[in-house]
């Protein structure tokens, strides 16, 4: 009977530690990474060009199953057309109403004035596909709050 109870408790203890790790680790987050280096990757990945004179807010990825990068940076509008251009964006930003996605950096989408939005496919190197989703919240006359979310297909 004692070897039983050992066996059960050694077969609870490495679930319970399977599950421990799966919670923190199976996410595939990188949070020891600067935001930075993921800004630098996610350009990689995705074929964003950051323009010159934009702000890195904050910059997250994950390498799940599905590999996503998110960005937000702070432009202004000549910063903006930079990005798209450098970037081959190809769908034109058309108005929008509508937030599914979150900020993670800079104001809540929610307050906006005005956002624009666009999606497109990116053609990567090595054949693999990439959306590319810009979300731009067009705070003022002079400044551009852009969120940049990445993932693969």
């Known amino acids: 009977m004692p070897r039983i109870r050992q066996a ?11 599950i421990t790790g799966c919670l923190t680790g199976c996410t595939g987050s990188k949070p020891t990474q600067k935001p930075a280096d993921i800004a630098r ?13 934009a702000t890195l807010l904050a910059a997250r990825s994950t390498d799940n199953r599905v590999i996503i990068y998110q960005l937000a940076i702070s432009t202004d ?9 450098a970037s081959k964006f190809t769908a034109p930003l058309t108005r929008t109403t ?10 809540p989408l929610q307050t906006s004035p005005s956002l624009v939005r666009a999606y ?20 003022d006359s ?12």
Request: charged fraction near 20%.
């Open 8 to 18: 059960i408790l050694a077969c609870a203890l490495a679930c319970l530690m399977a």
């Open 41 to 53: 990757e996610a350009s990689d990945y995705g074929g964003i060009v950051l323009p010159p004179k």
């Open 77 to 85: 509008p000549q910063g903006l057309t930079e990005l798209l251009t």
């Open 98 to 107: 509508y937030q599914s996605e979150h900020a993670i950096a800079g104001p």
């Open 120 to 139: 497109d496919y990116y053609s990567r190197p090595d054949g693999k596909h990439v959306n590319r989703t810009i979300v731009v919240d067009e705070r």
């Open 142 to 153: 002079s400044t551009r709050y852009v969120h940049i979310q990445l993932a693969s297909n």
